[in-house]
T-cell receptor, first 113, second 116 residues
Framework: GDSVTQMEGPVTLSEEAFLTINCTYT??????LFWYVQYPGEGLQLLLK?????DKGSNKGFEATYRKETTSFHLEKGSVQVSDSAVYFC????????????FGRGTSLIVHP | GAVVSQHPSRVICKSGTSVKIECRSL??????MFWYRQFPKQSLMLMAT?????????EQGVEKDKFLINHASLTLSTLTVTSAHPEDSSFYIC????????????FGPGTRLTVL
């Protein structure tokens, strides 16, 4: 079946450091790929998405590129802030199906001043 | 962007009582809504898919008589936890998919249920 694998956390960085959170997926067909962010005590917010190979999703300084050849959708940010501290979830949704997302386990990011 | 609200955000109830959680899509119509449960430091566990005007589809292991779902309109789905027990204490999150056909899920802010 479909699956999403994220790097284990927590990822701990100093402010202004470069961030990479790895995400790889297994799926048949051509899924859409998403990154969601969850701040403490809140629901999930859509951070960015990409719907086809080589698409780059970007938002609030975060970027991720849909790499079909490596089945990856790694999240990057050039300079993190303390306010970026949250849990990040990678997810996929198969087109034309039930639209039920398959989530990764989540990666906690902690940014120190 | 699309907004999904949940009410209440927090609820504390006594064991044996029932609790209703509402999920509303505020600026779009949602034929399909989803209900998730999240345990501390874990990912979301899909409980059921709520379809407007029809019965919900429950995931394996989720008791449909305990977690009643009603999707009475294109903007509202409700989850009722019946005869709640302390083990039902959790963070419940809903999501909605825009009926216009995009595959993006929009999530509510979640409801923290504590059963004493």
């Amino acid at each position: 079946g479909d699956s999403v694998t994220q790097m284990e956390g927590p990822v701990t960085l100093s402010e202004e450091a470069f961030l990479t959170i790895n995400c790889t997926y297994t799926a048949t067909g051509y899924p859409s790929l998403f990154w969601y962010v969850q701040y403490p005590g809140e629901g999930l917010q859509l951070l960015l998405k990409a719907t086809k190979a080589d698409d780059k999703g970007s938002n609030k300084g975060f970027e991720a590129t849909y790499r079909k050849e490596t089945t990856s959708f790694h999240l990057e940010k050039g300079s993190v802030q303390v306010s970026d501290s949250a849990v990040y979830f990678c997810a996929l949704i198969k087109s034309g199906g039930s639209y039920i997302p398959t989530f990764g386990r989540g990666t906690s990011l902690i940014v120190h001043p | 962007g699309a907004v999904v609200s949940q009410h209440p955000s927090r609820v504390i109830c006594k064991s044996g009582t029932s609790v209703k959680i509402e999920c509303r899509s505020l600026d779009f119509q949602a034929t399909t809504m989803f209900w998730y449960r999240q345990f501390p430091k874990q990912s979301l566990m899909l409980m059921a898919t709520s379809n407007e005007g029809s019965k919900a589809t429950y995931e394996q292991g989720v008791e449909k008589d305990k977690f009643l779902i009603n999707h009475a309109s294109l903007t509202l789905s409700t989850l009722t936890v019946t005869s709640a027990h302390p083990e039902d204490s959790s963070f419940y999150i809903c999501s909605a998919r825009d009926s216009k056909g995009t595959d993006t899920q929009y999530f509510g802010p979640g409801t923290r249920l504590t059963v004493l």
